[in-house]
C-alpha cells in the first residue's frame, strides 16, 4: 500500500516537470529542479545556458526597439544609466503626485527593511495621471520591451525602501551580493530622490550578467550545494535559486569590482538581474523612493509577443490574482500588511518602526 505522503509525492511530479520548463527556481518546493543526481548531469546549467541563448536571440530580433549604443552597453555591462531621462517640469508633476499619495499601500519586512509598494495597475493608474503618462511613455517602452528580451511591457509599481526601520535582528537578504535568477531577467527604476550612500544605492557588478566558464562552474557548484538534503545544505537563501556570493566567489568570478549607482533624482537605471548586485548599506531610518519595474517571463520561449499591450492586460490580470493570494498568506504570516495612507518618505529614526509612521487606519495589522 503507498502511503499518502509517497502518494502526494507523486502527483505533484508531473505539475514539477512542467515548471522545469518555466522560470520556477526552487530547490526546496521542485522535487525535479532540486534533484542532486540530475544536477550532477547538469539540469542547472543546462536550465541556465538555454535560457541565455534564447535571450540573447531574441535581443538580436528587438534590436530596433533601441538605439546601438544602448544596444552594446546593456549587452556588455548588464545594466543602463539614463540621467534626466523626464523633462524637469514632468519629473517635477510626477515627484509631487508620488509624494502626496494616499491610499492603500502594502509593507514588506526583509530583515531590517521595510519595503512599500503600489501596484499600479489599470485602476490604480485612473487615479495618478502623472504615473500612467510615466507607464505609458513611448521612449520608456521601447526601451524595456528591448532589454527584456520580450517585447514586453513591465509590472510597474511605486516602492518606498525604509532602511533599518524594523526592530528584527536578523540581516537584510537584498544587501547580500546575489543573483535574482538562474536566465536573465530585467528591472528597471525610475530614481524619485537623489541616491547616495546615505540611502542604499543599487550596487551592480558590471559584466556579470555574461556566461564565462568560471561563472558556469561556479554556477554548477551551487546547485549541488542547493540540492542537498535539508540538514545538509547550509544556511542562507540557495534552496530558492537566489545564490549568494562570497567576497570568495567574488574573487573568483573575476569579474572586476562592483559599482555603486549613486544617482541624482529623476534617473532611469535598467538592469539584468542575472548580473551579482545587491542593496547598498544605508543611514539607518534612510529612504528611497522609486517608480520599479519589473519585466520576467518564460525564459524557455524563443519568440517574443508580438502583441505588448494585450500581452501586458493578460499579465496584470493574472499577476492581480497572484499577489492577492500572496498577500492574503503573508500577512497571515506577519511578514506583510496593508496600511492606508501615504509613503514613509521622510527619514525615521532607526529607534522607530515606520511601519504604520505617516499612516491612517492601519488594516490587515499583524
Keep these: 500500500m503507498i502511503s499518502p505522503n509517497l502518494?502526494?509525492?507523486?502527483?505533484?511530479?508531473?505539475?514539477?516537470?512542467?515548471k522545469v520548463f518555466t522560470w520556477d527556481k526552487s530547490f526546496k518546493n521542485n522535487p525535479i529542479i532540486g534533484n542532486r543526481l540530475l544536477n550532477r548531469f547538469g539540469l542547472h546549467i543546462a536550465r541556465m545556458a538555454i535560457s541565455h541563448l534564447f535571450f540573447n536571440f531574441r535581443l538580436y530580433l528587438l534590436a530596433p526597439l533601441a538605439k546601438a549604443e544602448q544596444r552594446r552597453h546593456f549587452r556588455r555591462h548588464g545594466y543602463l544609466k539614463i540621467e534626466n531621462f523626464l523633462p524637469p517640469e514632468r519629473f517635477a508633476q510626477l515627484k509631487t503626485e508620488i509624494e502626496q499619495f494616499d491610499g492603500e499601500i502594502r509593507e514588506e519586512t526583509e530583515g531590517s527593511t521595510i519595503t512599500q509598494r503600489l501596484y499600479l495597475t489599470e485602476s490604480a493608474l485612473a487615479d495618478l495621471p502623472q504615473c500612467k503618462a510615466f507607464c505609458t511613455d513611448s521612449k520608456l517602452l521601447k526601451l524595456l520591451r528591448y532589454t527584456s528580451s520580450k517585447n514586453r511591457i513591465p509590472f510597474f509599481h511605486l516602492e518606498n525602501i525604509v532602511h533599518h526601520a524594523s526592530k528584527s535582528k536578523q540581516a537584510d537578504p537584498q544587501k547580500d551580493f546575489h543573483t535574482d535568477?538562474?536566465?536573465?531577467?530585467?528591472?528597471?527604476?525610475?530614481?524619485?530622490?537623489?541616491?547616495?550612500?546615505?540611502?542604499?544605492?543599487?550596487?551592480?557588478?558590471?559584466?556579470?550578467h555574461r556566461l564565462t566558464w568560471k561563472r558556469i562552474k561556479w554556477e554548477y557548484r551551487q546547485s549541488l550545494i542547493a540540492s542537498q538534503g535539508k540538514t545538509e545544505r547550509p544556511k542562507g537563501r540557495y534552496w530558492d535559486g537566489s545564490f549568494r556570493v562570497t567576497e570568495r566567489d567574488a574573487e573568483e568570478l573575476d569579474y572586476g569590482p562592483p559599482v555603486a549607482m549613486?544617482?541624482?533624482?529623476?534617473?532611469?537605471?535598467?538592469?539584468?538581474?542575472?548580473?551579482?548586485?545587491?542593496?547598498?548599506?544605508?543611514?539607518p531610518g534612510a529612504t528611497r523612493m522609486t517608480v520599479w519595474m519589473q519585466a520576467r517571463d518564460n525564459p524557455f520561449n524563443p519568440l517574443f509577443s508580438p502583441f505588448p499591450q494585450l500581452t501586458a492586460?493578460?499579465?496584470?490580470?493574472?499577476?492581480?490574482?497572484?499577489?492577492?493570494?500572496?498577500?492574503?498568506?503573508?500577512?497571515?504570516?506577519?511578514?506583510?500588511?496593508?496600511?492606508?495612507?501615504?509613503?514613509?518618505?521622510?527619514?525615521?529614526?532607526?529607534?522607530?518602526?515606520?511601519i504604520g509612521a505617516q499612516q491612517k487606519n492601519p488594516a490587515n495589522d499583524s
Aim: one cysteine or more; charged letters at 20%; hydrophobic letters at 45%.
Design 7 to 18: 502518494a502526494k509525492s507523486l502527483s505533484s511530479l508531473p505539475l514539477a516537470l512542467i
Design 181 to 208: 535568477t538562474f536566465h536573465p531577467c530585467v528591472k528597471a527604476w525610475l530614481y524619485v530622490d537623489d541616491v547616495s550612500d546615505r540611502n542604499g544605492p543599487f550596487i551592480v557588478v558590471p559584466g556579470s
Design 262 to 283: 549613486k544617482v541624482p533624482a529623476n534617473t532611469l537605471l535598467v538592469a539584468n538581474v542575472h548580473a551579482i548586485h545587491r542593496r547598498g548599506d544605508a543611514t
Design 313 to 354: 492586460r493578460v499579465f496584470e490580470f493574472v499577476w492581480k490574482e497572484y499577489m492577492a493570494k500572496r498577500t492574503a498568506m503573508q500577512v497571515k504570516r506577519g511578514a506583510w500588511r496593508t496600511v492606508t495612507g501615504g509613503f514613509s518618505t521622510r527619514s525615521l529614526s532607526a529607534e522607530i518602526s515606520p
